[in-house]
């Protein structure tokens, strides 16, 4: 494909044509770790205790 012709469509449709069904759960699954950690870790006690955690694993952040 040109970049003239490509479209979000003929990408989703190439998706279709060359992923297996397994892949499109382990994406879908990985964004849906990724949303719920930026939703849920975001708080700041959770951001608190995983910088102590790699502070204790000998991880310098800063």
């Known amino acids: 494909m040109t ?3 490509d479209t979000v469509d003929g ?5 279709r044509v060359e992923l297996t069904p ?7 699954g990985l964004v849906a770790a990724l949303g719920f950690a ?9 951001h608190d205790a995983m910088h102590n955690f790699r502070h204790g694993a000998g991880v310098t952040c800063h």
């Open 11 to 15: 990408r989703i449709e190439q998706a």
């Open 22 to 28: 397994t892949q499109v759960a382990v994406g879908l």
């Open 38 to 46: 930026l939703l849920f870790l975001g708080e700041p006690t959770a």
């Open 3 to 5: 970049l003239a012709t």
